[in-house]
């Protein structure tokens, strides 16, 4: 298999990344569970159990907020994959960065490694809490955004009186990134299509350079054109959606069961210590 230049790579990278993006909306269109609740429910429930999360102790009351937040994702019909590269990815990372505390936190040790070093309890339980605790915000985080639609989003922020600049910034940029996605992807491709043998690794650098000053000034003048547009369809700012503005019986049973349920993982927890 031949192997691939920088352009032939972008350009995976960038159909991946747009596919990423509607495959999400996808999921937030989905019959699950989550999907059927108000999305201002939601960041009340997923917000506190976040809250919930950061506050936590002992490790089975952790496990338990994290068993209840995967099986959100699972009801919600989230596939397992999806799921496991969400509670993998960021979570290892957590680990490798969390590493060194293992031997440099004093405490009792557990197990002796080779150069005299050692691995403490409290180091270990310190990585270990760490982890489930950036895990559990993951998985709530996750929860909210993928089941969610961007504009019902937007709009449950300014139920709560979310400053109006705020939400027209994250407007503009969720718009925006897309806009300017596909102008790269244009550039890439109009490049590629133009190449009859492969590039060199001087003339690929020279060719980015100007590619960049290139995509800075289109950029600065879609920007214009998209708010133009924007305005143009009648945004003003703030975000419409097309859900019922007063709460069904199911949101008001949703918010009373998801509070309870994390309240009281906070006061067990509060408990064991």
Not at 35 to 40: A, F, K, T, V
Not at 69 to 79: C, G, K, N, Q, Y
Not at 145 to 151: D, G, N, S, Y
Not at 224 to 229: D, K, N, R, S
Request: hydrophobic residues 55%; positive net charge; glycine residues 4%.
């Amino acid at each position: 298999m031949p192997r691939r230049n920088f352009v032939e790579k972008t350009l995976l990278d960038l159909a991946g990344a747009i596919e990423h993006s509607v495959y999400a909306e996808e999921l937030a269109r989905r019959s699950g569970l989550l999907q059927r609740i108000d999305p201002r429910v939601k960041v009340v429930v997923l917000g506190f159990a976040i809250l919930v999360a950061a506050s936590l102790r002992s490790w089975p009351t952790q496990v338990a907020l994290l068993t209840l937040l995967v099986a959100l994702l699972v009801a919600s019909r989230i596939p397992p994959g999806a799921i496991a590269r969400l509670l993998f990815g960021l979570p290892l990372f957590t680990l490798v960065v969390a590493a060194p505390a293992l031997i440099l936190v004093p405490g009792p040790e557990l197990l002796r490694l080779p150069f005299g070093l050692s691995v403490t309890t409290t180091g270990a339980w310190s990585v270990l809490t760490l982890l489930l605790r950036v895990t559990a915000s993951l998985a709530a985080a996750s929860a909210l955004v993928l089941t969610t639609r961007w504009a019902d989003l937007l709009a449950a922020l300014r139920a709560f009186r979310v400053p109006l600049v705020f939400v027209l910034v994250l407007a503009m940029a969720y718009r925006y990134v897309f806009v300017l996605l596909e102008l790269l992807q244009d550039l890439l491709l109009a490049r590629r299509s133009r190449l009859l043998r492969r590039d060199e690794n001087t003339e690929q650098r020279r060719w980015l350079s100007s590619a960049l000053g290139v995509l800075f000034q289109r950029s600065l003048r879609t920007s214009e054109q998209v708010y133009l547009a924007m305005a143009a369809r009648g945004y003003r700012g703030e975000p419409r959606t097309l859900r019922n503005p007063s709460l069904a019986e199911t949101d008001w049973l949703a918010l009373s069961l998801g509070s309870a349920a994390f309240a009281a993982l906070w006061l067990v927890d509060l408990a064991r210590l």
